[in-house]
């Protein structure tokens, strides 16, 4: 049976506390009444946890990069709009990730204030709870710092007026304090092996040290996100992990908590999510909005390991999706496609039919994907509607660390045989290739090992919400986003079409002297003068 740590033990001391707590938040969780047992601790860390982050954001996050497109322009904020760089400094998506953030940094600032109250905690409780709570904090952090840059950065409490006059602290002292703090952590954490069942979704040693890899890599520390990546490749003591030997399976209410999850956003119970239902078919959800685009599609090689562009691959335009990485299946849905059934539905499957004039799911009726594409990936058949899931997201897995490994043995020019093997070539294993071409190393210069990982890195995380992080920091945006969203190639002339016949979806833009930092909130700026803007977005 699926734990649900946010909904059953957490939410329970929260339903006990319920009055205190609403009194506490609003009074900075200060009252004499409060802080008093395990179960006004556990109560305020579950408001911690719930702030990291939401399914709408996971999934929408994904469509600010070359991955996916949305056309909605109201949904989540204006995601859209940063994603065609047709936006500025009072859309609300800026406002609320940066709201979200420091909403959720406040939370952690008073239980790490209040915690050491609670007198019945044993000396061990303590320093785990609050590692945890730290752990969150330094989450939060992280994500400002990679979206803003220089962001206002505290650890205390602050009272209005502090926060409407702190200024902004340079992002290398926030991700200097990001890796201290993960660092300072890991020792008060238990490992993934000696969490209860009833435990399952809180912060583990091995999180710890994955995101730090992850800050590690983001930052360019090539050598540190190794070493961090080392701490949990065959090293017990620090947590066992291990790839899932399925790679779709992973993505599964019924192997939730499997060896390759190190920490997931936890849903099910009274906390669930629509989101799906928008990145479905239209005869299975609602109206689609998040979809696939070709750019995705074509970066998956084909099974003897070549890209689809390479001479040899044996890539066939009238076939395309034969012959190709058993993941692109797995991740996308295309013309044929089946998917498994909804409980609330009649037919055992329900096939997706792209082409023009076939189904209600065709690209040309006006709620199915404009792109020809559908995500499979996280789709949750035991939901009992499409708005409904409670399917764990996770945030980090194993075969992220692997990749991080991958690279940054790369960028130091140590991607040998034998680290392929346990990193790239135990992923190719894993998800299904049997071609020694796709499996042995290629003994390739750096510069064409990096254009390898980085292919692999986008082929395996699809639709984990890392893909705009990532072409971010290779500062490879204004390549990737300054050109059109392409779809499916379909016959006949009722949409506009490139010269290969795949449809013209959107037209992006990436300035590069501007968006790689979003910029600071309008309503911030009018509220805290002290908060300078950055380059490009006015004064």
Same mark, same amino acid.
């Not at 897995?397 to 790239?424: C, F, G, H, S």
């Not at 006949?492 to 990436?510: M, Q, T, W, Y």
């Given at each position: ?27 900075? $969780? ?13 109560? %305020? ?7 990291? /982050? ?60 209040? %915690? ?9 409780? $303590? ?51 990001? #890796? ?10 238990? #490992?993934?092996?000696? $969490? ?42 620090? !947590?066992?992990?291990? @790839? +899932? ?86 991740? #996308?849905?295309?013309? !044929? ?26 690209? @040309? ?24 899931? /409670? ?27 034998? %680290? ?16 020694? /071409? ?24 699809? +639709? ?6 990532? #072409? ?58 002290? $908060? ?8």
């Amino acid at each position: 049976m699926k734990k649900y740590i946010l909904l059953t033990t957490f939410v329970l001391f929260a339903l006990q506390s319920c009055h205190k707590l609403e009194v506490g938040l609003a009074n900075d $969780l200060n009252e004499k009444d409060f802080w008093k047992t395990d179960a006004d601790a556990l109560a %305020v860390m579950a408001s911690c946890y719930a702030s990291m /982050g939401s399914a709408e954001g996971f999934f929408y996050t994904e469509s600010l990069s070359d991955n996916s497109f949305t056309r909605q322009s109201d949904r989540y904020g204006g995601a859209k709009q940063i994603a065609s760089g047709s936006y500025d400094p009072s859309l609300p998506l800026l406002k609320n990730e940066w709201t979200d953030r420091y909403t959720s940094i406040r939370k952690c600032n008073q239980f790490l204030a209040n %915690v050491s109250r609670v007198t019945a905690l044993s000396e061990t409780q $303590l320093k785990r709870y609050q590692a945890e709570v730290r752990f969150i904090r330094a989450y939060s952090y992280f994500l400002l710092a990679t979206w803003y840059g220089d962001v206002p950065f505290f650890t205390n409490v602050l009272t209005i007026s502090e926060s409407q006059s702190i200024a902004r602290t340079p992002k290398a002292e926030v991700i200097e304090f990001i #890796i201290s703090e993960l660092e300072g952590i890991q020792a008060d954490l238990p #490992i993934n092996t000696a $969490l209860p069942a009833a435990e399952n979704g809180r912060v583990t040693r091995g999180a710890a040290i994955a995101l730090k890899a992850r800050v590690n890599l983001f930052e360019g520390n090539w050598q540190a996100a190794a070493t961090a990546c080392e701490e949990l490749i065959g090293k017990p003591e620090n !947590g066992t992990y291990s @790839l +899932f030997p399925s790679y779709a399976g992973i993505f599964t209410v019924a192997n939730e908590y499997n060896s390759e999850v190190i920490f997931d956003l936890q849903f099910g119970a009274n906390r669930l999510y629509d989101t799906q239902r928008f990145f479905v078919p239209v005869t299975i959800g609602l109206r689609t909005d998040i979809m696939p685009t070709q750019a995705l599609v074509d970066n998956y090689i084909t099974t003897n390991g070549k890209a689809i562009q390479e001479a040899g691959s044996g890539y066939d335009a009238s076939n395309p999706f034969a012959n190709r990485d058993p993941r692109l299946a797995a991740t #996308i849905a295309t013309d !044929g496609s089946k998917y498994p059934n909804f409980a609330f539905n009649s037919p055992a499957e329900i096939e997706v039919k792209t082409l023009p004039n076939t189904s209600p799911n065709d690209v @040309l009726q006006p709620f199915a994907s404009a792109t020809g594409y559908y995500w499979r990936k996280y789709f949750d058949p035991t939901a009992t509607s499409p708005g409904n899931s /409670g399917l764990n997201l996770i945030y980090l897995r194993y075969a992220d660390v692997l990749l991080m490994y991958a690279e940054a043995k790369n960028e130091l020019n140590q991607l040998t045989a034998t %680290v392929w093997d346990q990193t790239i070539g135990a992923l190719r294993r894993r998800a299904g290739f049997t071609d020694s /071409g796709a499996l042995n190393f290629p003994n390739a210069q750096q510069a064409a090992l990096r254009d390898i990982v980085r292919r692999e890195r986008r082929s395996e995380l699809a +639709f984990e919400s890392l893909r705009i992080f990532d #072409i971010r920091r290779w500062k490879i945006a204004e390549t990737v986003l300054n050109t059109q969203v392409k779809g499916i190639a379909i016959p006949g002339n009722e949409l506009p079409k490139d010269a290969n016949g795949n449809i013209l979806v959107e037209s992006r833009v990436f300035d590069p002297s501007k968006h790689y930092l979003w910029p600071i909130p309008q309503l911030e700026r009018d509220q805290n003068k002290n $908060l300078q803007q950055n380059p490009g977005w006015g004064q």
